[in-house]
């Protein structure tokens, strides 16, 4: 043999067979359709058995196991137990469902793997794109700038960072937050989401920099309180840059006057940050738009299209009015990664520098594909749905002796619990939230929880394609009954 062959036998990852793998990958594809063709027949959730967690505490593999052993432990020990958040009767947080094609998406995307750094490739056209799109459905200009992020939380990083630096009156960048003359505050309502004030305290403010203003009898922001303490503040020698108002808050679905706070920060030069996770997706409703008015003078916007988008999990959107301010906030060129006129680099296009990743997933091109499956008021019609669905909810609870509503229902949050023959409430608590481990426990349905008033809550939050008026029969319900057989067993149990 001459030297060549004797060398050690060179090695890649693609497959041996790959014939075998084509035929795997449509076992795939059929296994995933049926699973979400038929996932109403299944419990919403079940809990992990022991015996399944014990597989999770394996050494790590050296030698091969092969694709379809890999594939048989998927089947066995990951499928069975989700968060059940793509069932038609899953209501807990602020979850999507994801659809069928945005799977298929997500697979063209992950072959591709392309880097959505930037650069000459059809990646970037299609982001653009569907920022372009993002900002016609909410109103913001063309001229306006975004990105694509991971969800709401880093939305909201990204619009607070630009909003801290467009407003500090010096560079931060070089001189951080220690060159501040005066302490930068800003403000939200109390009923503001965590990802807030962790972006804060990302940004190297404090969480004490977020001056929380308290909420009227609809859970939104009081504007004449938040005046009130941005005149304070000034006069104790603060320095107020940034609102942050809510397109629908986590606990009840409120919104805050985006008009009143867009006009207040205008007069007050401040930055109008939004956060929208959910609730700006109701302007593609042409009932529901005005809930939401003056979103569109936001500085910046932050919304999730993995809640009411229905994309599998993860993708956020962050737009930013001034373009200019947003990429000044990011952009950092080293000399490996100039931007060329020709070549591969030889594009105008450089998301990287519009936000916290270099490297970047594909994220933009199941958002295409779906809104080009669609169609934007397809995703409008359902949104309303939703709403429409939680005023039914809402509607036989009032109806109900037993149940009773604890906060108003202005878009698709009810927040409710079983009273049954009354008791304390510190019982009432403890019923309601047995009567929700239940609930999950045995299958029937997923609402999760908040406290409202002091009052622990059943809170039903509707970002759900899948759901149809019967499963909100069914959970009233069920939680009358359950409620009643707690209330049976009384004092004992609980
Ligand atoms: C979900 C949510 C967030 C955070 O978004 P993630 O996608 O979970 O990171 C922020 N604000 C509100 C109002 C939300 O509902």
């Given at each position: 043999?001459d030297?060549?062959g004797?060398?050690a ?6 497959p041996?067979?790959?014939e075998?793998?084509r035929l ?11 699973y ?5 027949d299944?419990?919403?959730w079940?809990?992990i058995?022991a015996?399944?967690t ?6 790590l593999?050296?030698?091969?196991e092969?694709v379809e052993r ?5 089947l066995?020990?990951v499928l069975p137990y989700?968060?059940g958040?793509?069932?038609p009767?899953?209501?807990g947080w602020?979850?999507?469902n994801?659809?069928?094609?945005s ?12 880097n959505?750094g930037?650069g000459a ?14 900002k016609e459905?909410?109103?913001?200009p063309?001229?306006?700038s975004g990105i694509?992020?991971s969800?709401?939380s ?7 960072a630009?909003?801290r630096?467009?407003?500090a009156g ?5 001189e ?8 930068m505050?800003?403000y939200a309502?109390?009923e503001?989401?965590s990802?807030?004030q962790k ?6 403010l404090?969480?004490?920099?977020i001056h929380?203003?308290a909420?009227?009898s609809r859970?939104?922001?009081d504007t004449s309180l938040l005046?009130e303490?941005i005149?304070?503040d000034r006069?104790?020698g603060?320095?107020p ?5 809510n397109?629908?808050t ?8 985006l008009?009143?706070l ?7 030069g401040?930055?109008f ?9 109701a302007?593609?409703s ?5 809930i939401v008015?003056?979103i569109?003078c936001?500085d910046?916007?932050a919304?999730d299209?993995?809640?009411?988008m229905s994309?599998p999990?993860?993708?956020g959107c962050t ?13 950092l060129?080293?000399?490996y990664?100039e ?7 030889g594009?105008?296009v ?6 916290v ?12 594909m779906s809104?080009?499956e669609?169609g ?5 019609r ?8 939680a005023?039914?909810?809402a ?8 149940l009773?509503?604890?906060?108003p229902?202005?878009?698709?949050i ?8 009354g ?5 009432l ?11 999950h426990e045995k299958?029937?349905a997923?609402?999760?929880y908040?406290?409202?008033?002091g ?5 039903v939050?509707?970002t759900?394609h899948?759901?149809?008026?019967k499963?909100?029969?069914?959970l009233a ?8 057989e707690l209330?049976?067993r009384?004092g004992?149990v609980l």
């Open positions: 043999m030297s060549v004797t060398a036998r060179e090695e890649s990852l693609d041996e067979n790959w075998e793998m795997l990958g449509h076992r795939m594809v059929d296994q995933m359709m049926d979400l063709e038929h996932v109403r299944r419990p919403v079940q809990p058995p015996g399944v014990g597989q999770f505490h394996k050494p593999p050296s030698a091969p092969g890999s594939y048989q432990d998927f066995r020990y989700p968060t958040n793509i069932h009767r899953f209501w602020v979850m999507g994801g659809t069928a094609f799977m298929l998406a997500e697979m063209l995307a992950a072959g591709m793997n392309l959505q930037g490739q059809a990646g970037s056209l299609v982001e653009m794109q569907v920022l372009d799109w993002c459905m909410l109103g913001l063309g001229t306006a694509l992020v969800g709401g880093m939305a909201n990083l990204v619009g607070l630009v909003a630096n467009a407003k010096y560079n931060i960048r070089s951080g937050v220690r060159g501040a003359p005066r302490a505050v800003l309502s109390t503001t989401h990802s807030v972006g804060v305290e990302l940004l190297g404090g969480s004490k920099a929380k203003i909420v009227n859970f939104e922001i005046r303490a005149h304070e006069s104790r603060l320095e840059f940034c609102v942050v108002g397109a629908g986590v606990n009840t679905g409120a919104t805050d006057d008009t009143a867009a006009d207040l920060c205008r007069q007050e401040l930055w940050h939004v956060d929208g996770a959910f609730g700006a997706l302007a593609l042409p009932e529901l738009r005005r008015s003056g569109e936001a910046s916007l919304f299209l993995h809640k009411w994309m999990y993860e993708v737009l930013v009015k001034d373009a200019v301010a947003h990429r000044r906030a990011f952009s060129t080293p000399d990664l931007h060329t006129t020709r070549g591969i680099a594009s105008d450089w998301l990287s520098d519009y936000g990743q270099l490297s970047r997933g594909f994220r933009a091109l199941k958002v295409w809104i080009k669609h934007i008021e397809k995703f409008g359902i949104i309303r749905q939703n709403v429409e669905q005023r039914y909810l509607d036989r609870i009032s109806r109900e002796p037993e009773e509503l604890l906060a229902v202005p878009m698709n009810v927040c409710f619990r079983y009273c049954g023959a008791g304390e409430r510190g019982e608590d403890d019923l309601n939230r047995e009567l929700l481990f239940e609930l299958g029937i997923a609402p999760s908040t406290i409202l008033d009052k622990y809550a059943l809170r939050c509707i759900n899948r759901s149809i008026r499963d909100y029969d069914l319900d069920e939680v009358i009954r359950i409620g009643r209330q049976k009384g004992g």
